[in-house]
């Protein structure tokens, strides 16, 4: 099946600071989404993007599909920002959502 | 838009005791997903629902694992008996269209089994 990997593994920031989180898969797909999980467990929906780039607010990715990969750029980063991003693919042959390890995000004040 | 809702937010029960976990996906989508997070495993898919039909069980552990999605807006996942591996937090989540569309995923179920 399709393989995913997030880096870094763990990132601490001072706040203000900016960021960018990358997403790698091993095949094409049709679906990735961004998540993040806060501290309260909460899995919050940031971005869908197969493919090209949006922003919201203070945070924007971009996936580049041919080349099996997304980023998700955090910029002014905030203490709320703590907490772990997911990135979510779906194959093109698959039924399925894969979710790679994350990436721990740690915004010191 | 209540969003996904989740019942109970935690459960705490005994080795062998049976466990029900519920999920109200979001009006109108027509999908639904249950997820197991572990330290362990991360975020693994158990089974997926579409119009009311299981699509895919092949993650469901074993057969003290049951799902069922009786109507559109309303779906239930059951340990029987439940063990302390089972600990875990439960997600459901739900779409419009399947795979193909954002999932939208409910706040969790934190099960203890001691």
């Known amino acids: 099946g399709i393989q995913v990997e997030q880096s870094p593994p763990d990132l601490i920031l001072q706040e203000g600071a900016n960021s960018t989180l990358r997403c790698n898969f091993s095949?094409?797909?049709?679906?990735l989404q961004w998540f993040h999980q806060n501290p309260w467990g909460q899995l919050i929906n940031l971005f869908y993007i197969p493919s090209g780039t949006k922003q919201n607010g203070r945070l924007s990715a971009t996936t580049v599909a041919t080349e099996r990969y997304s980023l998700l750029y955090i910029s002014s980063s905030q203490t709320t920002d703590s907490g772990v991003y997911f990135c979510a693919v779906r194959a093109y042959y698959g039924q399925n959502f894969v979710f790679g390890p994350g990436t721990r995000l740690s915004v010191l004040p | 838009d209540a969003g996904v809702i989740q019942s109970p937010r935690h459960e705490v029960t005994e080795m062998g005791q049976e466990v029900t976990l519920r999920c109200k996906p979001i009006s109108g989508h027509n999908s639904l997903f249950w997820y197991r997070q572990t330290m362990m495993r991360g975020l693994e898919l158990l089974i997926y629902?579409?119009?009311?039909?299981?699509?895919?069980d092949s993650g469901m552990p074993e057969d003290r694992f049951s799902a069922k999605m009786p109507n559109a807006s309303f779906s239930t996942l059951k340990i029987q008996p439940s063990e302390p591996r089972d600990s875990a937090v439960y997600f459901c989540?739900?779409?419009?269209?399947?795979?193909?569309?954002?999932?939208?995923f409910g706040n969790g179920t934190r099960l203890t089994v001691t």
């Open positions: 629902f579409n119009n009311n039909v299981p699509i895919d």
């Open positions: 095949d094409s797909v049709n679906n």
């Open positions: 989540a739900s779409s419009f269209g399947g795979t193909r569309s954002p999932l939208h």
